[in-house]
Nanobody
Framework: QVQLVESGGGLVQAGGSLRLSCVASGSIFGFNAMGWYRQAPEKQRELVALIISGGRINYADSVKGRFTISRDNANNKVYLQMNSLKPEDTAVYYC????????????WGQGTQVTVSS
């Protein structure tokens, strides 16, 4: 079983920056994707950024050019650098890792709150 623990959320003014971190305990096997989703009040959870074990990266259109995802495979960590934050970025941010190969798994962190004030 893999546990994901996020940190780095908080309150920031519009235009500010935050860096989220996520560390996975246990081993992550095979071809997989690790990244960040978010859920704002009364909205569905949505993809923010994802990095695949081969290096390919996907960003939501709403964060392109402002957010940067990076991954430390040796230490099972993933980061999200968030710049030029907007009030609409306010949400609970969840770390996720899921398999893209034969061995199926899908793990989520408990979430970290990001609040951007105008």
């Amino acid at each position: 079983q893999v546990q994901l623990v996020e940190s780095g959320g908080g309150l920031v003014q519009a235009g500010g920056s935050l860096r989220l971190s996520c560390v996975a305990s246990g081993s992550i096997f095979g071809f997989n994707a690790m990244g960040w989703y978010r859920q704002a009040p009364e909205k569905q959870r949505e993809l923010v950024a994802l990095i695949i074990s081969g290096g390919r990266i996907n960003y939501a259109d709403s964060v392109k050019g402002r957010f940067t995802i990076s991954r430390d495979n040796a230490n099972n960590k993933v980061y999200l650098q968030m710049n030029s934050l907007k009030p609409e970025d306010t949400a609970v941010y969840y770390c996720n890792v899921h398999s893209l190969g034969v061995l199926k798994y899908d793990y989520w962190g408990q979430g970290t709150q990001v609040t951007v004030s105008s």
